[in-house]
């Protein structure tokens, strides 16, 4: 077996799409999957690319991928990586390809200066969390994630700012 990690391309875009779906039937979240291939294709692709994809391939045939992005920590003063997806498919798990994709997504954070890479896993998924324990990773309990989306987004945006006088 030999796992090649590499940057995705619009040529990806079928396979992307198929990780993304996979991924979302696993977490239970298929009903919230509105991505499509051309959404895709603008958002990664395109003249302002969004995020960046990572494609692992076992034998030459793509067996997961990483869709990441870089945020930005103000108390470091520096960049760093948000890992948004890792998927591998259910064939390909416990042969090290999620490792694999990980140990390029830090090699990437160091060598573009970031000060950390971070991701959210889902509480019920403790062979994951065992997993992320297992390479360093700590958990951040003290946080809670706040989500604006929808109506309550275009509601908000609709709102006039105040404006000092």
């Given amino acids: 077996m030999t796992i090649k990690i590499r940057f995705a391309g619009p040529d990806d875009l079928d396979t992307i799409h198929g990780f993304i779906l996979a991924l979302?039937?696993?977490?239970?979240?298929?009903?919230?999957?509105r991505?499509?291939?051309?959404?895709?294709?603008?958002?990664?692709?395109?003249?302002r690319p969004m995020?960046?994809?990572?494609?692992?391939?076992?034998?030459?045939?793509?067996?997961?991928?990483?869709?990441?992005?870089h945020n930005f920590s103000t108390f470091e003063g520096r960049p760093g990586l948000y890992l948004e997806d890792?998927?591998?498919a259910p064939d390909a798990r416990g042969k090290g390809v999620g490792k694999a994709l990980l140990v390029r997504l830090a090699?990437?954070?160091?060598?573009?200066?970031?000060?950390?890479?971070e991701w959210?896993?889902?509480?019920?998924?403790?062979?994951?969390i065992d997993f992320y324990r297992s390479i360093g990773a700590r958990p951040m309990?003290?946080?809670?994630?706040?989500?604006i989306d929808g109506a309550a987004l275009i509601a908000?945006?609709?709102q006039e700012p105040i404006h000092g006088g």
């Avoid at 959210?120 to 998924?125: E, P, R």
């Avoid at 309990?141 to 989500?147: A, I, K, P, S, Y």
């Fill in 51 to 69: 995020a960046e994809v990572l494609i692992a391939q076992e034998d030459g045939h793509a067996v997961a991928f990483a869709l990441f992005f």
């Fill in 141 to 147: 309990d003290e946080w809670t994630v706040q989500r």
């Fill in 107 to 117: 090699q990437l954070a160091l060598e573009r200066d970031c000060a950390r890479l």
């Fill in 120 to 128: 959210w896993v889902l509480d019920w998924n403790t062979p994951a």
């Fill in 35 to 47: 991505a499509d291939k051309a959404m895709l294709g603008r958002h990664l692709f395109g003249p």
């Fill in 156 to 158: 908000l945006a609709g």
């Fill in 86 to 88: 890792l998927f591998v």
């Fill in 24 to 33: 979302a039937e696993f977490e239970h979240l298929a009903h919230e999957v």
